[in-house]
Structure formats: C-alpha cells, structure tokens
C-alpha cells in the first residue's frame, strides 16, 4: 500500500469516529443504506468487469500496443477521445479498465483521452441534456468538453 493510500485510510477512519461520537444512529443508518446501495449494483460491477475481462482477452496485447501505443499519437489520441465521448461506463469501472489497457502497451496520451472524454462528453446522454438545458447549452458543453480533454490528454502525455 502507498502512502496515499494509507493517508486517505487513516483520514477515513478519523470521520468515521467523528461520525460516530456526533450521532451514533445516523451513522449506522447511512451505513445501512449505503450497504444496501451496494447490494443493489454488485451484479452490475461483477458484470462490467467480466465484460472488460473478455474484452482484454479478446483483444490481445499487441494489438492494444499496435493500435494505442504505435507512433500515430494524435490519430489514437482522437479515435480514443471519439470512444470514450460514445461509450458510457461508469467511471469506477473506466479506471480499472484503462489501468488494464496501460498495463497491455498503450500509450498514455489516448488512454487520457479516452477517460476523460469518458466522463467529460456525454454523447449517450446527450438527448437527455438537450431536453433539460437546451441545444445550445448541451452542444457547447460538449464540444468544450471535448476539447478540452483533448488538451488534456496532450499536457499529461507532456508532464507522464
């Protein structure tokens, strides 16, 4: 374990004891609620990850490293930006995905890209927003988005 890791435990269990010496009952029953939240989405998240398991079995590592590791950085960078606005993943479930996809060869400037579009661009999503903000609000935020997690991407690719 890191010691960031450590640090946001030990942080944890400092508000907790707060929590819990301030209002005892309140604090079990989020616990309680919180618990059965979880009981409620683990068939989802057991799916999702045997979906990515198969996917990464599927698609062998060479192929990850020829298509988001080769020397064609922007086009992978703006392909990968295009999934990721398409897709929608929960973002819980994206990280361990690209984790896994950096780990099989790809490179880190579409990886970016991808995740940040994930969570940034909404193009699933996008009629719901236009109903409720506008067309003119949803289209710009997400075309803002989108480039912006194309900078993005492009400044981690420059500081990793």
């Known amino acids: 374990m890191d010691i960031f890791t450590i640090g946001l435990w030990i942080i944890t269990i400092i508000l907790f004891i707060v929590s819990v010496t301030k209002d005892k009952n309140k604090t079990f029953d989020s616990i309680k609620m919180s618990s059965g939240l979880m009981k409620?989405?683990?068939?989802?998240?057991?799916?999702?990850?045997?979906?990515?398991?198969?996917?990464?079995?599927?698609?062998?590592?060479?192929k990850i490293k020829q298509y988001l590791g080769g020397s064609s950085i922007l086009i992978s960078t703006f392909v990968s930006a295009i999934l990721g606005s398409i897709t929608l993943i929960p973002a819980f479930v994206a990280f361990p995905l690209v984790g896994s996809i950096v780990k099989a060869g790809a490179n880190i400037v579409p990886i970016v890209a991808f995740l940040t579009t994930l969570t940034m661009v909404g193009f699933v999503t996008f009629p719901l927003e236009k109903k409720e903000f506008g067309?003119?609000?949803?289209?710009?935020?997400?075309?803002?988005?989108?480039?912006?997690?194309?900078?993005?991407?492009?400044?981690?690719?420059?500081?990793?």
């Open 135 to 160: 067309v003119k609000f949803a289209l710009t935020r997400n075309i803002l988005s989108f480039v912006f997690a194309i900078i993005i991407a492009l400044l981690m690719g420059g500081i990793i």
């Open 40 to 62: 409620s989405m683990i068939g989802e998240i057991i799916g999702i990850l045997f979906l990515i398991g198969l996917i990464l079995t599927f698609i062998p590592p060479e």
